[in-house]
């Protein structure tokens, strides 16, 4: 089974400048997808950003970026110019190809200080 | 709107009483999964199910029951809840070719 590690139980950045939000993972499989879920005070899972191992290229969606590391089994989230709104929970989680087992780190929470 | 609902949102119980927290889907999704959330732990999966009538135990089966009579459904059952139970559920769904999965609301459960 894969096991997802978020070190950073907590993070703080300020409004406009950039923040990165570590990730690690392990698994024996060669395909599989990883995520960056966003859970804002709303309690909602929101998918962020979306990677599939096969790609080499990153993801990106906006002012959010992956740095994906296949070989070191590394998956961080970037936020540029983070805005208020970014305040939130945030959650690693990967899922082997045609699965469905999605698997979650103990998530990050980052704050956005004005 | 495609979406997945959970009912109820909130529900504050006590020990031993008996409890069903639904959840449906409207995107004809066949794959469902039941996850809890804790502090530190992230979301864990409960149990899941691949289709109508098959069901499978996720990481923390202990304590839960599941159902899937119908491909839209997909309650969880409490027969005896106990406080190592009070939790943040979600319920969510998605195709079993695809890897993306659609999140419901949430359901916190407080059990005295």
């Known amino acids: 089974a894969q096991t997802v590690t978020q070190s950073q139980p907590e993070m703080s950045v300020q409004e406009a400048e950039t923040v990165t939000l570590s990730c690690t993972y392990d698994?024996?499989?060669?395909?599989?997808?990883l995520f960056w879920y966003k859970q804002p005070p709303s309690r909602q899972m929101i998918l962020v950003i979306r990677?599939?191992?096969?790609?080499?290229q990153n993801a990106t969606e906006n002012r959010f970026s992956v740095n994906f590391q296949k070989a070191a089994k590394s998956f961080s989230l970037k936020i540029s110019d983070s805005q208020l709104g970014d305040t939130a929970m945030y959650f690693c989680?990967?899922?082997?190809?045609?699965?469905?087992?999605?698997?979650f780190g103990a998530g990050t929470r980052l704050t956005v200080k004005p | 709107e495609a979406q997945v609902t959970q009912n109820p949102r909130y529900l504050i119980t006590v020990t031993g009483k008996k409890l069903t927290v639904t959840c449906s889907q409207n995107?004809?999704?066949?794959?469902m999964s039941w996850y809890r959330q804790d502090p530190g732990l992230g979301l864990r999966q409960i149990y899941y199910?691949?289709?109508?009538?098959?069901?499978d135990k996720g990481d923390v089966p202990e304590g839960y029951k599941v159902s899937r009579k119908e491909k839209r459904n997909f309650p969880l059952i409490l027969e005896s809840p106990s406080p190592n139970q009070t939790s943040l559920y979600f319920c969510?769904?998605?195709?079993?070719?695809?890897?993306?999965?659609?999140f419901g609301p949430g359901t916190r459960l407080t059990v005295t």
């Open positions: 989680a990967s899922e082997q190809y045609n699965n469905n087992d999605m698997r």
């Open positions: 698994t024996s499989e060669n395909n599989y997808y």
């Open positions: 199910s691949m289709n109508v009538e098959v069901t």
């Open positions: 995107m004809n999704h066949e794959y």
């Open positions: 969510a769904s998605s195709l079993v070719s695809s890897p993306e999965q659609y």
């Open positions: 990677q599939e191992a096969y790609k080499q």
